[in-house]
């Protein structure tokens, strides 16, 4: 019981990542959209910045994957 507790809080850092990809996303299309000149560089940032984030939701499933099998 314990162990299902631990793993649904920590599951729970998975949800402010996707809230700041899509909100990463959002923005790189507003500044493409406005400068239709810069879109290489504000894309390659934007993966750069999607990777980054998508590391804090793969840390918090690690995380509880092994709360729920190892402990």
């Known amino acids: ?6 793993a649904a809080i920590a599951i729970m850092g998975v949800m402010p990542s996707a809230i700041g990809e899509g909100l990463i996303c959002a923005k790189a299309l507003e500044g493409i959209s406005r ?8 894309r390659s940032s934007m993966i750069l910045a999607c990777a980054l984030d998508e590391t804090t939701a793969i840390y918090s499933l690690l995380i509880s994957i092994l709360c729920l099998f190892v402990a």
């Open 1 to 6: 019981m314990t162990n299902a507790l631990a």
């Open 35 to 42: 400068n239709p000149e810069a879109y290489s560089k504000i």
